[in-house]
Nanobody, 124 residues
Framework: QVQLVESGGGSVQAGGSLRLSCAASGFSFSIYAMAWFRQAPGKEREFVAAAGWMGGNIYYADSVKGRFTFSRDNAKNMVYLQMNSLHPADTAVYSC?????????????????WGQGPPVPVSS
């Protein structure tokens, strides 16, 4: 019943911005931890940003800190990732993830539910 559907992916030039959205359904959204991960071709899936239940604690990977902003709207069952000052190194498939424990984690193993993963190619 858990469903996570991402949108907002697409091509962008270096220095540009995109806003990714994740629509959640089928679970008690407000008590779940939510996160964004990404995976570049031939690379391991890596942590991008996450928040615990109610969105109180937000953590960012060092590679995106200061450029990306995670936000959460519990009333709408939505999470967002605002990506600014994009680099070619940000090129990846981005995925939304959810964890029933409600505790924020940077580890992909902590998340049991995953979205489809929109691609974000960043050209130089």
């Amino acid at each position: 019943q858990v469903q996570l559907v991402e949108s907002g992916g697409g091509s962008v030039q270096a220095g540009g911005s995109l806003r990714l959205s994740c629509a959640a359904s089928g679970f008690s959204f407000s008590i779940y931890a939510m996160a964004w991960f990404r995976q570049a071709p031939g690379k391991e899936r890596e942590f991008v940003a996450a928040a615990g239940w109610m969105g109180g604690n937000i953590y960012y990977a060092d590679s995106v800190k200061g450029r990306f902003t995670f936000s959460r709207d519990n009333a709408k069952n939505m999470v967002y990732l605002q990506m600014n000052s994009l680099h070619p190194a940000d090129t990846a498939v981005y995925s939304c993830a959810a964890d029933a424990s409600g505790l924020v984690s940077t580890l992909r193993q902590s998340y049991a539910s995953w979205g489809q993963g929109p691609p974000v190619p960043v050209s130089s």
